[in-house]
């Protein structure tokens, strides 16, 4: 089946420094796609792009097999939900919301009815008379939402729609706005650099840095199994240190950190690296707190963060690696010494990169 939505090898070029150097992806018809990464890895150009605000130099934009690159934005029929909503404060909801319609030339009994439907999509039925100013930053949210849908688009494009929302807010606002991507059925494409709005929000995610795509795919194999280095610092939390890699095993292989060694698994579908230096990186949950005995790494714990029913403590190796690990939050007190070792929880969560500099 061929994509709904395709990005082919787009390229823009701001003073030569490439800000979207050859993005592809491919949509089917329906799937959310997040584009995620840090200020300045080209997701709003990339977003930009989509829209039609800005020409690539280089690169195509297909929907259904329709080149629109050289097409105007409005003749894409793209819906597109503004970091500030961009709404007009002197009118009221309805008109906001039939203002797109109207440019469109649809007036009338039409012009009411897909009001009224956007409106409902979006739980704002009744909301019509009301000033902008009297809403929520939520409600307001909606109502930009509402008015991107109403043309009732090929396309909806967010441009970091919750940021300027207080976090609980967010995430209940983030909840709705996935509901009625659903509910329509439309193919969405969301710019954030939060992760949890990108996991919320995205069937599949797309992280970027300096213009490039790194890794596609859902949260689980971004979270589980990420590319590189980089992927696996930015999705959730890690810690970095170097190890020795000394040989494989059975089920994985043998490492070394501050000269204490451990059998760690393999990531499923990646061969376990050569002997030599490597860049481990370890998530929370893939570490346990012991007390100091044999096969463990010597260790002082200098901070504690509580994070619900559970804390992240921070480990001071004595070689100087520094790593958090999850444990009951009265596990140990600051100050502690205790020892290191691997979880043998399912899924693994140690990832083995080339070093950094190698």
């Avoid at 701001?14 to 799937?31: I, T």
């Avoid at 307001?140 to 807010?169: C, K, Y």
């Avoid at 939390?237 to 070394?256: D, F, H, K």
Wanted: charged share 25%.
């Amino acid at each position: 089946m061929s994509a709904f939505l395709r990005l082919e090898a787009l390229v823009k070029r701001f003073d030569a420094a490439a800000a979207v150097d050859r993005v592809s992806l491919a949509l089917e018809r329906g799937e959310i796609m997040a584009l995620l990464g840090p200020s300045g890895s080209g997701k709003t150009t990339t977003l930009r792009l989509l829209a039609g605000f800005e020409a690539p130099d280089e690169g195509r934009v297909l929907v259904e097999g329709e080149d629109v690159t050289a097409v105007t934005p409005v003749s894409r029929r793209f819906g597109m939900v503004f970091q500030h909503y961009a709404l007009f404060p002197h009118l009221d909801v309805r008109a906001n919301v039939a203002f797109g319609l109207e440019s469109l030339g649809v007036h009338g009994v039409e012009l009411d009815r897909r009001v009224e439907r956007a409106l409902g999509l979006v739980d704002l039925a009744g909301f019509g008379a009301r000033r902008i100013a009297q809403l929520s930053g939520g409600q307001q949210q909606r109502v930009a939402l509402a008015r991107a849908l109403a043309p009732e688009p090929r396309v909806l494009l967010l441009d970091e729609p919750l940021s300027n929302l207080d976090p609980t807010l967010r995430e209940r606002t983030r909840r709705e706005i996935r509901d009625v991507i659903h509910r329509v059925g439309i193919t969405t494409v969301l710019v954030t650099h939060e992760q949890d709005e990108a996991f919320d929000l995205g069937d599949r995610v797309a992280v970027m840095r300096a213009g490039r795509i790194e890794q596609v795919g859902t949260p689980d194999e971004l979270y589980g199994s990420p590319a590189n280095a980089f992927v696996g610092g930015f999705v959730g939390r890690s810690s970095a240190t170097e190890v020795v890699v000394l040989g494989p095993t059975e089920r994985g292989g043998r490492i070394a950190l501050d000269n204490v060694e451990w059998e760690i698994d393999a990531i499923p579908g990646r061969a376990f690296p050569p002997p030599g230096r490597a860049l481990m990186l370890v998530r929370p949950e893939a570490l346990r707190l012991t007390l100091p005995e044999p096969g463990a790494v010597p260790a002082t714990i200098t901070a504690r963060r509580f994070v619900g029913p559970s804390a992240i403590f921070t480990a001071r190796t004595d070689n100087g690696a520094v790593l958090d690990v999850v444990a009951p939050p009265r596990a140990v007190p600051a100050g502690a010494r205790v020892g290191l070792m691997p979880s043998r929880r399912v899924g693994g969560g140690i990832h083995l990169f080339p070093p950094e500099g190698g």
